[in-house]
């Protein structure tokens, strides 16, 4: 009989082992009990970790995942790269360093915009405190933003809330709360006291930013602005309803 | 889109980058990262060649190359989880919890090998090219990992309260 070695025992446990050598491992086997054991237990401890892993595969793939992610990510960091720029443009601008030679658009939109862009391709961490601490997260956001912040829902639009997140903005706190559809499309609610001038209550005014759609509005000295890779009439029917729901 | 060959493999990459790593959001980064690299790569597979093996060996460079750095937080998580009872147990009748633990306790090259034959059922050939190691290698971390996990699990049926793993 031709001597049975340990490679032929993980073969015979993986079930791979060919004909001719299995007879030897199965004469090996019965000659030796302990042996015998220790390969059943091989076999119990791998189906028990498929039984472990499984449901996995039975899993919904998260939609980030579902498609091609690089180009995802690599498009909105660069849109958020290419904002940032043009912020700092606008700033110069702003501090009458360069005269205005086109009217651009406001930096609170632009801000929004960019903490869209940073913000919204997030797979581990795209909120601080997520939906399931929401009035924890109303509270805590409320108190740094300086008022009694309401989340408006939308899910009868296809958006549930994903959480939020507080951030620096230009003049001071800013609360961002985000929504996803079941498509993994988000938009981000961005909310942060006005000061000084333009504070007074605005029409809704739209603002294109690269891909990223944004409608804003001062509404009682705060600023909203709800941006989204969204096409601008679909946006629109998603802020009228914020507006509403803030406004009842 | 749906249809892409890649897509069709993120399942089975989540399961092995659960397994990996342990940790739900950990292993979907890891995954996302894997996914890059192919997107970013795929021009460079040969059709007709094994795609699964050839996405299985951009994840195992990504999880050699970025996981192991996170290696310290990963072990953070593992001695948070809560201390089970352990209950008599038949031989063949494991509990899944000591498995899982048991897994844990396997050094990061034992547990690539034993997951890719045990779990994704690889062939010892594909296992070897998933990895860029000789067959021979994958045979001996086979053999390694698996009576290391008997151990470690036979060691958590007889210790009660259970102890962390080493």
Same mark, same amino acid.
């Given at each position: ?31 030796? $009990?302990?042996? =015998? &054991? @220790?390969?059943?237990?091989? +076999?119990?401890?791998?189906? !028990? /970790?498929? %039984? ?10 998260? $939609?980030?995942? =579902? &498609? @091609?992610?690089?180009?995802? +990510?690599?498009?909105?960091? !660069? /849109?958020? %790269? ?167 | ?166």
């Amino acid at each position: 009989m031709t001597q049975v070695n340990e490679d032929d025992l993980q073969a015979y446990v993986d079930g791979v082992l060919v004909a001719a050598r299995r007879t030897g491992v199965e004469t090996y086997l019965a000659e030796r $009990p302990e042996e =015998a &054991e @220790r390969l059943r237990a091989y +076999r119990a401890q791998d189906a !028990a /970790l498929r %039984a472990i892993f499984d449901p996995v595969l039975a899993e919904p793939v998260p $939609p980030t995942l =579902a &498609e @091609r992610p690089a180009r995802r +990510r690599w498009r909105t960091y !660069a /849109l958020a %790269a290419s904002l940032l720029v043009a912020g700092i443009g606008v700033g110069w601008i702003g501090r009458g360093m360069v005269p205005p030679l086109v009217s651009a658009s406001p930096s609170f939109a632009r801000s929004a915009a960019i903490a869209h862009a940073v913000y919204a391709p997030e797979v581990r961490h795209p909120v601080e405190v997520g939906a399931d601490q929401e009035d924890h997260l109303v509270k805590w956001l409320s108190k740094r933003v300086g008022t009694d912040l309401r989340v408006p829902k939308l899910g009868s639009l296809g958006f549930d809330l994903v959480g939020g997140r507080l951030l620096s903005g230009p003049q001071g706190p800013v609360a961002q709360f985000m929504y996803q559809d079941p498509k993994g499309q988000r938009l981000t609610l961005y909310i942060s006291a006005q000061k000084g001038e333009g504070r007074g209550d605005t029409a809704f005014r739209f603002s294109q930013e690269d891909r990223v759609s944004v409608f804003y509005w001062i509404d009682d000295h705060y600023g909203y602005a709800l941006s989204g890779e969204l096409r601008r009439d679909a946006l629109l029917a998603v802020a009228n309803a914020v507006y509403k729901q803030l406004n009842p | 889109m749906d249809s892409h060959p890649i897509l069709e493999h993120v399942p089975r990459l989540r399961r092995y980058a659960r397994a990996l790593v342990g940790d739900r959001y950990a292993a979907d980064d890891l995954v996302q990262d894997t996914l890059e690299r192919a997107w970013n790569k795929f021009h460079l597979w040969r059709p007709g060649s094994d795609l699964r093996a050839w996405m299985f060996a951009i994840m195992h460079n990504v999880f050699v190359n970025q996981v192991r750095s996170r290696r310290s937080e990963i072990e953070r998580t593992m001695e948070e989880l809560p201390e089970i009872a352990v209950r008599a147990t038949q031989s063949d009748l494991l509990e899944l919890a000591d498995v899982e633990r048991a897994l844990r306790g396997l050094p990061d090259e034992q547990r690539e090998v034993l997951l890719l034959i045990a779990v994704e059922e690889m062939t010892y050939d594909e296992a070897s090219r998933s990895l860029a190691i000789p067959v021979g290698t994958v045979m001996s971390r086979l053999s390694r990992a698996r009576e290391r996990m008997r151990r470690l699990i036979a060691g958590a049926q007889q210790a009660v309260p259970l102890k962390v793993v080493k």
